[in-house]
């Protein structure tokens, strides 16, 4: 038996006042779309911006449903909208951010896994770092620099084509 310890590598900002302008450009569109969330049950409202290679930013926000699982993330609402107009663009960054309608959110949002996983295939099927920029409403500012960071070990695609193909 052996172990092998790997890094993970995360930059960490105080606010976003501290970001380069285009992150911070791209969180504030974030934020906006998160105030336009439909998220009546959970009252968490999250919000997306994708930059995409052509500079387009497409938004994104959670859309909840009475049947719970029928819902979607902000960040697949605005990666499957990006993708669906823009297929031959690449994203190559993404900025994820919530707002509290119980209390404020003031720690950075990491993407859950099933989206970790969308976006996971997008950077590798575009073949350019996807950029991750995270936060709360309020507060530090979270940014890993490819999906790599953020969902080591991801089964992709390529792994799949290798077993199904004759
Ligand atoms: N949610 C997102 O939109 N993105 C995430 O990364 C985490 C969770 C949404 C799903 C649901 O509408 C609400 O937040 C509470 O889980």
Redesign the pocket.
Known sequence: MSKEFFQIEISKYPSENDLELNDRQLLAQAHEAALR?Y?P??H?K?G?AVLLDNGIIITG????NAAYPS?????RVALFYANAQFPDCTPVAIA?T?IGETRPVTEP????GS?RQVMAEYEKKGGKNLKVIMQGQEGVVMVADSMKVLLPFSFANDLLLKYITN
Do not use: K
Request: aromatic share 8%; charged share 10%.
């Open positions: 969330a998220a049950y959970s968490f999250v997306a926000n959670n859309q909840e819902g979607l993330c902000a960040e994820i919530a949002i990491t993407p859950c989206c």
